[in-house]
């Protein structure tokens, strides 16, 4: 089972390296099939030289936005596992082997998902995220009960099969920034399981929650996933972009 990871980059020069860097010694230690393609997805800096030189191949996406960067990353890949990673994610020892132990076992499992470990903010702050993460799992649970549908993905730390994209007509690309895990997720969830684990964490930076406030940022995403989730539209159209100083 060949597995492509997309890296959509915007402006990331000084770290896509450390991305790239990990997920080859996680490839190395298992001796995996593993592509790995960068979207330099309208980088004004060296993001593309820098991913080249960390060995990653590079295709670019001119129109800004991550679902662009996302959609045109399964268009130019050909793995039978597609992992949607950010710039800054640092993949663990052990992430593959997760990965295709639960997709082996599976073949009714579309999508799998973990939580993001901010390795630069507090001890507070990281318990403060897994609270938010424990509500969304609670959430999802009621949703299914009640509502019957209902899944949640992390953006940044997602596997999906290309073979459900395909057949859900792949990333809406309407969709700018927030909200776009949940859309997908529960357009996946449509045509097989999608699962969400705390056994697949990749380490990740808090940049944005340091920026904005944890609180403020977990209430954003959760307005929006209860948004995705009921109107299948996120109510926040705007984001900022933070790049490490």
């Known amino acids: 089972m060949k597995i492509s990871f997309v890296i959509p980059a915007y402006n990331e020069e000084r770290i896509v390296a450390a991305c790239i860097d990990s997920i080859k010694a996680e490839a190395a230690r298992t001796s995996a099939d593993v592509e790995i393609v960068v979207v330099n997805n309208a980088s004004t800096d060296g993001t ?10 590079v295709v670019d996406e001119p129109r800004k936005g991550l679902t662009r960067a996302r959609q045109t990353g399964l268009e130019h890949t050909q793995g039978d596992l597609v992992a949607n990673v950010d ?7 052990g992430w593959l082997d997760t990965v295709f132990s639960q997709f082996a076992s599976n073949s009714e499992l579309v999508a799998l998902s973990g939580p993001h470990i901010y ?30 549908r209902g899944a949640m993905l992390q953006g940044g730390n997602f596997v999906v099969r ?3 994209l395909e057949k ?34 990749v ?22 996933f209860f ?19």
Do not use: C, M
């Open 48 to 57: 593309r030289r820098a991913a080249e030189d960390a060995g990653a191949r």
């Open 87 to 93: 710039a800054d994610v640092i993949i663990l020892p």
């Open 162 to 164: 290309r073979s459900a």
């Open 168 to 201: 859900i007509g792949g990333f809406d690309t309407t969709i700018e920034f927030y909200g776009e895990d949940t859309n997908i997720a529960i357009r996946l969830s449509r045509v097989g399981r999608v699962k969400w684990t705390f056994r697949l964490p």
């Open 203 to 224: 380490y990740a930076s808090g940049r944005r929650l340091k920026h904005e406030g944890v609180l403020h940022t977990g209430l954003r995403y959760a307005a929006n």
């Open 119 to 148: 390795h630069d903010l507090s001890l507070f702050e990281r318990l403060l995220v897994r609270l938010f993460y424990a509500a969304g799992l609670a959430i999802t649970l009621l949703q299914r009960i009640i509502l019957g």
């Open 227 to 245: 948004s995705v989730s009921l109107s299948g539209k996120p109510i926040t159209t705007e984001h900022a972009d933070i790049r490490p100083l």
